[in-house]
């Protein structure tokens, strides 16, 4: 199987067969205290970006919902601040990439965004929304434009995935390696404030491509 017939089964059509209850784009705004206990209890800060995960579909209709979703963000960038970009990733898979130093402004605009395509009819191309965060030394790292496979060391994730309604750590290592512990301290931490993912199976790693360092780049 490769990547991206893993990616649509992990994240597409096997968890959407196995989705054990409909996903909400409300459940994002967990987050709001979730990243508050990220850096109290566990030291690590936002990397204050974030990115939505669709899979688009070759008609005008979905372009206009597409359109949508960035006119929406446009309208409120003025209010809340969070920059944003439409890309497309090396598998084929698009991204709406948010950028805030606001946690909560960036939940509320990747809610938009999802909620958007929803009201569209398109939630079934939603894959997965994606929080990135990095303990002290990375945060810095990363804010220092430091670059490169190294600027992983520290990073971790939360995904959630629409299709199966919940949330998961990943935490990738240089070598596309996983740090297996840091993303079982970041399961157990969370664990009754987030709705994790309890299959480990669906813990599926979205690697960035090749001088990548995010998922989307």
Known sequence: MGLL?????????RAETDAGRDADPDDLFGMSTAY??????LGY???DVGALCFSGVDSSDFR??????????EAGQEETGT?????ADDHGYHWVVLEDDDPEDLITSMHFAADTFIEHGYG??????????????AASRRRDDAGGPSAMNGTAYWIYSFRRGRFYPF???????RDSSAEFTLE????????????KEYWYPLWPSEGGTHPWE
């Open 5 to 13: 017939d893993g990616l649509r089964a992990v994240l597409g059509m």
């Open 83 to 87: 920059d944003f970009s439409v890309t």
């Open 36 to 41: 508050l206990t990220m850096e109290a209890d």
């Open 45 to 47: 800060e936002s990397l």
């Open 64 to 73: 206009d919902a597409v359109d949508e979703v960035e006119a929406i963000l």
């Open 188 to 199: 157990s931490a969370l664990d009754g404030e987030l709705e994790i993912e309890r299959e």
């Open 124 to 137: 079934s191309r939603l894959l997965a929304a994606v929080f990135a965060y990095a303990d002290g030394d």
């Open 171 to 177: 935490a990738p290592r240089s070598g596309r390696e």
